[in-house]
Structure formats: C-alpha cells, structure tokens
T-cell receptor, first 108, second 112 residues
C-alpha cells in the first residue's frame, strides 16, 4: 500500500465548477499536511498547508480528518489557470512523502 | 525569493557513464533533497542532507550517491548510468523551521 494515495484523475471540469480531491495517508504518526501544485513540465510549489480545523485561501479550502487519515482540497469557481496536478504531501519526522498527484483540467 | 537552480534542464547520457547533477540554493537552507519523478510513481526521495558533509538515504538510493561539501550545493552522482535511471530529477531545499520545500526546475535525464 502506498503511504499517500490519490486518485490520479484526470478530472475534467468546466470553468466555474467546484471540484474536490481526496487523499489518504497510512502513517498515523504524520504531523503536517500540505497540498502542492505542479504545472506541466514545472517543479512542484506549495499551494497551502492543511490544518486540523480546516483552512481556506480564496477559492481553495483544505480539510484534514486525522481519525480517518484523510485530506481533501476543494476548489470553487474553477479557472482555466487552475489546470495542473495537485500533490498531497504528508510529513512524519524530517521527511515529506508525496502522493502521486491528481490531474485537473479545467475546460472553457 | 528562494532560488534553487539545477545545472541542466535536459541531459542525454550513455549507459555506463558517470553522471553529475548539481543543485545550488541561495537561502542558506540546512536541508537539501534529491527526488526522481516518474509517471505513475510520483516523487520518490533518493537522498537528503541536513548539513554539510551529512547525508541520509531516502527510499531509492541504489545506484546513486551524493556529495555536500558546501551548504549551498548538493550533488547527485550516478556512478554508472543505466537506462532505468532515465527520469526527471528534482532537487529541493528547506530551512530548519519550516516544512515548505522549494524545488529546482528539474533535470530531465535520458540514458541511452
């Protein structure tokens, strides 16, 4: 079983749609959680951290459920520029473990 | 702005060659990492370093070695390149008090 699992997609959605991605992790000792974004042929960049109480950054909302070891990312009012791969990232100790990513394609 | 640079964007090498991939960061970060990224497998950690001359194996260190002689520079070495080492190689760095990793632009290595 992979340590961090994501649906690879692709998720094809029209502009303006709301889309949600999920991620599960296996290490119950994980302490910190993140979503990274990776554009095609580019390096990953931090999108947002994920806190137990849930957090929002503009159109993006992240949720964490420690009991179920589950993380989610919700994108509202999708834009063409949101098209990318979204990586779920979990840390335990000094290391980050990356999920395989979920590809999002927003269509006009 | 944090800047992580890698010596080459694209590299083509022959089987059996020794390959050096260089990574430099300008933020005085203690921690540096080498990953490879393959379709369907995601990012996998090869080696990391938490200080000068210190190194730790990641998940897939076989066939690779690293060198960190200066804080800003972390090198990945393929002692004898093989075709299964064809991949995208990403370097990253992070400071001591944050989990945010900053990535370089990547080196796409092809071994023929």
């Amino acid at each position: 079983r992979k340590e961090v699992e994501q649906d690879p997609g692709p998720f094809n959605v029209p502009e303006g749609a709301t889309v949600a991605f999920n991620c599960t992790y296996s290490n119950s000792a994980s302490q910190s959680f993140f979503w990274y974004r990776q554009d095609c042929r580019k390096e990953p960049k931090l999108l947002m951290s994920v806190y137990s109480s849930g957090n929002e950054d503009g159109r993006f909302t992240a949720q964490l459920n420690r009991a179920s070891q589950y993380i989610s990312l919700l994108i509202r009012d999708s834009k063409l520029s949101d098209s990318a791969t979204y990586l779920c990232v979990v840390n335990a100790g000094n290391m980050l473990t990356f999920g395989g990513g979920t590809r999002l394609m927003v269509k006009p | 702005d944090v800047k992580v640079t890698q010596s080459s964007r694209y590299l083509v090498k022959r089987t059996g060659e020794k390959v050096f991939l260089e990574c430099v960061q300008d933020m005085d970060h203690e921690n540096m990492f080498w990953y490879r990224q393959d379709p369907g497998l995601g990012l996998r950690l090869i080696y990391f370093s938490y200080d000068v001359k210190m190194k730790e194996k990641g998940d897939i260190p076989e066939g690779y070695s690293v060198s960190r002689e200066k804080k800003e520079r972390f090198s990945l070495i393929l002692e004898s390149a093989s075709t299964n080492q064809t991949s995208m190689y990403l370097c990253a760095s992070r400071g001591g008090y944050s989990y945010e990793q900053y990535f370089g632009p990547g080196t796409r290595l092809t071994v023929t």
